[in-house]
């Protein structure tokens, strides 16, 4: 059984995201989705806004499971029997954190290695935060996320002005 980690923020999660974890869960038997809790955040959407969310749009995807996390994500994934960590790499501008970060997984955690795959080029530009700058101003979200999404974060910004 080979089980993976996709970890982030997900705040929202958005079309990137779901690449991501779409590809990763053709990959391997079993895929935990991790949110972080990062208590010096502060995110737009609660943990369990996140998690209602993420099920939401993988709930066509048998072999994906939304949890949450705080501490170390090699603890999470042991926790989890995982073997592999997955991240999407979208630019050069990535790399560099995101190969630190796994070079210091692979450092307290050897077993647990970590895998990159390249962002589709359609979503290369995408973040979470870019969604939000775009959403706070009323530009055309469809590219950007599912239309179940846009509808939550519309209401979301559209309630704080
Ligand atoms: P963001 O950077 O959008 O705030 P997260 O912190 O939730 O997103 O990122 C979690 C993981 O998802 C990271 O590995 C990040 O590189 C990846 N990711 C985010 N957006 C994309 C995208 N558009 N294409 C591929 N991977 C992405």
Known sequence: MKIAIVPGSFDPVTN????????????????????????????????????ELLKKVTKDIKNVKIESFCGLLVDFARAKKASCIVKGLRAVSDYEYEVQMALTNKQI???????????NGLYSYLSSSIVKEVAKYGG??????????????QNKIGGKQ
Do not use: C, W
């Not at 991501?20 to 079993?30: N, Q, V």
């Not at 955690?109 to 970590?114: G, L, Y």
């Not at 055309?140 to 974060?153: F, G, K, S, Y």
């Open 109 to 119: 955690a050897p077993e647990i290695e970590t895998l990159f795959i390249p962002t």
């Open 140 to 153: 055309d979200l469809t590219q950007m996320l599912p239309n179940e999404i846009i509808e939550v974060i």
């Open 16 to 51: 990137g995201h779901i690449d991501i974890i779409k590809r990763t869960a053709e990959l391997f038997d079993e895929v935990y989705v991790g949110i972080l809790i990062n208590s010096s955040k502060k995110p737009l959407f609660t943990v369990e806004e996140r998690i």
